[in-house]
């Protein structure tokens, strides 16, 4: 079992920055890749970016690349989503899921349910000035 929560969500100005984290907690945290995803209001949930379980391979969706950074500190089960240059369409309540895969250096954004063993609970970041 392995149990996620995030934080760092809130009301941010458009142009501003904040920090989500993810912290897991159970069962071997470190073998598992994460992903951040959001869902806005009235639209499905997708993934933004996404971190190996090694840490060495991030990927980003196209809509946010530059803007977003994902961090991953092993010693610590805790996995970093940090937003630059906040905008409007990126309110939006923000999870972390978990994936196990047999490879270290491997995570999608475009990772399905199937993939997915664990979910947090989401945080809600909200844009507005």
């Known amino acids: 079992q392995l149990q996620l929560v995030e934080s760092g969500g809130g009301l941010v100005q458009p142009g501003g920055s904040l920090r989500l984290s993810c912290a897991a907690s159970?069962?071997?945290?470190?073998?598992?890749?994460i992903g951040w995803f959001r869902q806005a209001p009235g639209k499905g949930r997708e993934g933004v970016s996404c971190?190996?379980?090694?840490?060495?391979?991030?990927n980003y969706e196209d809509s946010v690349q530059g803007r977003f950074t994902i961090s991953r500190d092993n010693a610590k089960n805790t996995v970093y989503l940090q937003i630059h240059t906040v905008k409007a369409e990126d309110t939006a309540v923000y999870y972390c899921?978990?994936?196990?895969?047999?490879?270290?250096?491997?995570?999608?954004?475009?990772?399905?349910?199937?993939?997915?063993?664990?979910w947090g609970q989401g945080t809600q970041v909200t844009v507005s000035s």
């Open positions: 899921a978990a994936s196990h895969y047999l490879q270290d250096n491997y995570c999608s954004v475009y990772a399905n349910e199937g993939e997915i063993s664990y």
């Open positions: 159970g069962l071997s945290p470190e073998k598992y890749a």
């Open positions: 971190v190996s379980s090694s840490g060495d391979i991030t």
